[in-house]
């Protein structure tokens, strides 16, 4: 967990570190918009943080994100999220600039949203059966849908 909250102003920080306590590991994201509360998504509750983030401080954060070089994550950006160290995602929302139909940047960023990496042991043990092919010594084709969140 420490290392996502060194992606934060050490204010932030200090606050997301008071409101997450000892919950760490049921953290799936932390929701910054600007002028909105911070959100904190859990298994199973949301908290919301009384502290509006302004825009100077979604500046802040992504600077940090980007290890102070936007522009060398411009492609990761132009993704809609950039990967950060643990395989946490940080997913990017703003203007889309748009070339040949394709998005090339994001300008105006309003929102980041810090999704927490996890492995959860045992998760596919419910399926397995239905994907691996003993017989063949092979894998079927699949597809695995769900909603985010979904277990």
Known sequence: MRN??????????????????NNTSSLEEIR?????PIILKFNNMEKIIKYLISADEILSILQLVCENSIYSY???????????????????????????????????????????????????EFIIKNILDIENNSIFNTLIVSSPGSR
């Open 4 to 21: 996502i909250l060194d992606y934060f102003p050490e204010a932030i920080s200090n606050i997301l570190q008071e409101n997450i306590d």
């Open 32 to 36: 910054i918009r600007v002028q909105k």
């Open 74 to 124: 411009q492609n990761q950006i132009a993704e809609g999220f950039i990967t950060i160290d643990g395989g946490h995602r940080v997913g990017i929302s703003g203007t889309c600039v748009i070339e040949n139909q394709k998005v090339i940047n994001i300008d105006y960023i309003n929102s980041l949203n810090f999704r927490v990496s996890r492995q959860i042991i045992g998760c596919s």
